[in-house]
């Protein structure tokens, strides 16, 4: 992104048209004016440093600290005060602020987001916060919209970032010394189908069995079942994924064995040995999380397993921030919510399947989400090239970013759950 900024001047050309909140700057300065005293009261104390046109630095960070740049104050302060923590990520959409290393930055605010907001405040949390938009309410009328607005973006996109086999979940590297992971892009491959058949292993996978995919991404995972002698049906709400998908299974000559079906999960009948679900049900939404697991205690024949792969974050910070409507929800992945481990683990047990197994490894999806982030970044022109314009690029270094530094600060994880469904007697 360092490239455009530095061939254009620092305020992003913004479409009013494709991107009306980010050109349109709030008028109210009293709120201003509280959010100006509330971030300086926060960076006073976090280790950051805050620069602002012919001004001294403030915060709490030394010279190493991670810099946050204010290149329009008064822009930045009133859509922070009109939006919250959506205005601060409007504000970099716009070019408002920037940070030479955006990542660290964000870790620093991700670290301390329980209490960047006063006590007093958080108390009124239910007065100013926004509420999700009926429209995005991931009901199995709305589903297919709100998977079309991330997933069929295009995908020459995710190609820009992805690795070789198009796959948009986190990677498992192997560990190093200390158990971190040895990540680096030349790994990234190797990783993702470590991932996968690890899954697949949870699973129970084999020849002959009748495997359910409940949301394919790109048909990676399909392939590697099928290439064990599985029968896979995979569904998806993703019309370009299905094509992809498709593709990818005929060229294999896996066609007999992979069916792809643009299908919501609720509407899948039948039985299954193994069902597999990988990064989905961040998509699902508290409210139909007992659909889901249902669903998958319905189609899984007795004896099957399950092996489902799922971002997680805190049980208390889930509770807090579920029925808000976030930057992210608004402009990445409408209608979601990152479950907790103890939500998983309740909603499964109102159903015949029991939780088996679970493993963490947040630190890989940091590293995952690292080698996506530079890629991105090294990809600026083709994403022009493309028709996506220097906003939507700044969103999505944004929102990498972000996610990143979910995983550092360790206020996200990843777990990949093994339920199982007892044999009948």
Request: hydrophobic share 45%.
């Amino acid at each position: 992104m360092s490239q455009i900024m530095t061939r254009r001047s620092e305020r992003a050309a913004v479409d009013p048209a494709r991107w009306p909140d980010v050109a349109a700057v709030p008028a109210s300065a009293a709120r201003a004016a509280v959010a100006r005293a509330l971030f300086t009261r926060i960076a006073a104390r976090l280790p950051v440093r805050v620069a602002v046109p012919g001004g001294a630095p403030f915060g709490n960070g030394g010279v190493s600290a991670p810099l946050m740049t204010l290149r329009r104050p008064d822009d930045f302060y009133r859509r922070l005060g009109a939006g919250g923590l959506i205005g601060f990520g409007e504000s970099y959409m716009a070019g408002d602020w920037d940070s030479g290393d955006l990542t660290a930055l964000l870790t620093v605010f991700a670290s301390e987001v329980a209490t960047l907001v006063p006590r007093p405040l958080q108390a009124l949390r239910r007065f100013y916060v926004r509420r999700q938009p009926p429209a995005d309410d991931p009901s199995e009328a709305n589903a297919r919209s709100n998977i079309h607005r991330h997933y069929d973006l295009s995908n020459d996109l995710f190609a820009l970032f992805l690795d070789e086999t198009m796959t948009y979940s986190s990677a498992l590297f192997e560990d190093g010394a200390g158990g971190a992971p040895v990540a680096s892009a030349a790994l990234l491959a190797q990783a993702q189908r470590r991932k996968i058949d690890r899954l697949l292993d949870l699973a129970g996978v084999g020849p002959s069995s009748r495997v359910l995919e409940i949301g394919t991404g790109w048909g990676e995972l399909a392939l590697r079942a099928a290439a064990r002698g599985a029968r896979v049906l995979t569904v998806t709400l993703s019309a370009e994924q299905q094509a992809l998908a498709r593709q990818r299974v005929a060229r294999a000559g896996l066609a007999d064995r992979v069916t792809v079906q643009l299908r919501d999960y609720r509407q899948v009948t039948g039985q299954f040995d193994a069902i597999v679900s990988v990064e989905m049900i961040e998509a699902v939404g508290a409210r139909y999380w007992p659909d889901y697991f249902a669903a998958l205690d319905r189609l899984l024949a007795p004896g099957g397993r399950a092996a489902v792969q799922s971002i997680t974050m805190r049980h208390d910070r889930m509770l807090a921030t579920r029925d808000t409507h976030t930057w992210v929800l608004k402009y990445i992945f409408p209608g979601g919510l990152i479950p907790s481990v103890t939500a998983i683990e309740d909603n499964v047990a109102r159903t015949s399947l029991r939780v088996a197994g679970r493993r963490d490894f947040g630190a890989h999806y940091e590293q995952t989400l690292r080698i996506w982030r530079e890629r991105f970044r090294a990809s600026q022109d083709e994403l022009e090239r493309l028709g996506f314009d220097e906003v939507f690029g700044r969103m999505w270094l944004l929102y990498l970013s972000y996610a990143e530094a979910g995983f550092r600060a360790r206020y996200l994880d990843v777990s990949q759950f093994l339920l199982v469904k007892e044999a009948q007697p």
